[in-house]
């Protein structure tokens, strides 16, 4: 009897079995894994077609209570929709988010990214009111201190945005520049001239130049000629070269290189034959025989974002007196109205 059983303890049998199993195993596993991607693809299918329209503040609703997508992922869509500049449905989400949050772990950073979308969205009161409430729980929380001080800002409510500084400067945050730059919009704020308060402020602090002096050079050309810093003409060469040629001291460009070169290119003198600024050397070299001009964009010196002009704070990152000028050659559109006699009329 043994005898007849003999071919199952053959060594060669076992290495069959053995590759049977692990082939059985490898076939089952494949076509299992085969059923599990597919299934997964029908989900994600069904998931993304309820994105083909937006869905509405019930669906939203829904989805976030059943628990469908992690708070993680909801918070990555909401940006998704910020970024798109769908503020409503971030808003959406950042509500339900708040309501679906029972033991409050998150709430402070949701309310403070619900705030962020108000703000992007343009409704200021409401953003105030969501920061208020983190500061009202949260007191120490300077993030949302620098928002309120710009919403604050953008209302023309400076009394209150001073007030903000308080606590910033508690919490050990460089306040100066802010408090110098509040201080400035106030008075331009007013409908008095205020030349002589800003010169005073300006040789106080010296800073935020281009603020004073494009009031000066705007109200009293004089006064701003007299007080100018020659060695920072470069920074304020956008508003010296939109200058009338009656508004321009000669005597002053006489003692800088720059200004002689910069209104050389301009045309209204022609002491400068040559400019180390390539755009203003073209302009002096053509003498006005093509119909170029200077053109200016205005960089952010700390978040690099270009804009087509002058700022006094980043609407991006929100620093302040962070202009940047960089020379462009343009095509002098009044050159050709003056010459044609056409208009855009």
Same mark, same amino acid.
């Given at each position: 009897m043994g005898s007849f059983f003999i071919e199952f303890r053959d060594p060669l049998f076992s290495i069959i079995i053995l590759f049977a199993i692990i082939f059985m195993i490898s076939f089952f596993s494949y076509w299992w894994g085969r059923y599990k991607t597919k299934d997964n693809h029908r989900y994600l299918d069904k998931f993304l077609a309820q994105f083909h329209v937006l869905p !509405?503040?019930?669906?939203?609703?829904?989805? &976030?209570?059943?628990?469908? *997508?992690?708070?993680? !992922?909801? *918070? @990555?869509?909401?940006?998704?929709?910020?970024?798109?500049?769908?503020?409503?449905?971030?808003?959406? &989400?950042?509500t339900e988010l708040l309501l679906n949050d029972k033991n409050g772990s998150n709430t402070r950073e949701i309310m403070f990214l619900l705030g962020k979308t108000y703000f992007k969205a343009g409704f200021l009161g409401r953003s105030r009111d969501v920061f208020l409430e983190i500061l009202r729980k949260n007191p120490r929380t300077p993030q949302a201190l620098h928002y309120l001080l710009l919403i604050y800002e953008y209302m023309k409510d400076y009394n209150s945005a001073q007030e903000v500084l308080e606590p910033l400067d508690q919490l050990n945050e460089d306040i100066s520049k802010e408090a110098l730059y509040l201080k400035i919009l106030a008075l331009l704020d007013t409908k008095e001239d205020v030349s002589d308060k800003l010169l005073e402020l300006y040789h106080q602090h010296k800073m935020l130049e281009r603020m004073v002096f494009e009031y000066l050079f705007r109200k009293h050309p004089s006064l701003a000629w007299k007080n100018l810093?020659?060695?920072?003409?470069?920074?304020?060469?956008? %508003? *010296?070269?939109?200058? #009338?040629?009656?508004?321009?001291?000669?005597? &002053?460009?006489?003692?800088?290189d720059f200004l002689q070169e910069l209104y050389s290119a301009k045309g209204y003198i022609d002491?400068?034959?040559?400019? !180390?600024?390539?755009?203003?050397? %073209?302009? %002096?070299? *053509?003498?006005?025989?093509?119909?170029?001009?200077?053109?200016?964009?205005? &960089?952010?010196?700390?978040?690099?974002?270009?804009? #087509?002009?002058?700022?006094?704070?980043?609407? !991006?990152?929100?620093? %302040?007196?962070?202009?940047? @000028?960089?020379?462009?050659?343009?095509?002098?559109?009044?050159k050709e109205i003056y010459e044609t006699g056409h208009s855009f009329l």
């Open positions: !509405s503040e019930v669906e939203i609703k829904k989805m &976030i209570h059943q628990g469908e *997508l992690s708070e993680k !992922s909801w *918070l @990555l869509l909401a940006d998704t929709y910020t970024k798109n500049g769908d503020f409503e449905k971030a808003v959406e &989400i950042y810093p020659v060695e920072h003409t470069p920074q304020l060469a956008d %508003i *010296l070269w939109q200058l #009338p040629k009656e508004e321009v001291n000669f005597e &002053i460009v006489a003692t800088s002491t400068a034959k040559k400019s !180390s600024v390539f755009e203003l050397d %073209i302009l %002096i070299n *053509l003498q006005g025989k093509a119909n170029a001009t200077l053109g200016f964009e205005y &960089i952010c010196d700390q978040c690099k974002v270009v804009y #087509p002009f002058s700022f006094h704070r980043c609407s !991006s990152c929100h620093s %302040i007196d962070a202009v940047e @000028l960089e020379y462009t050659l343009t095509r002098d559109f009044s």
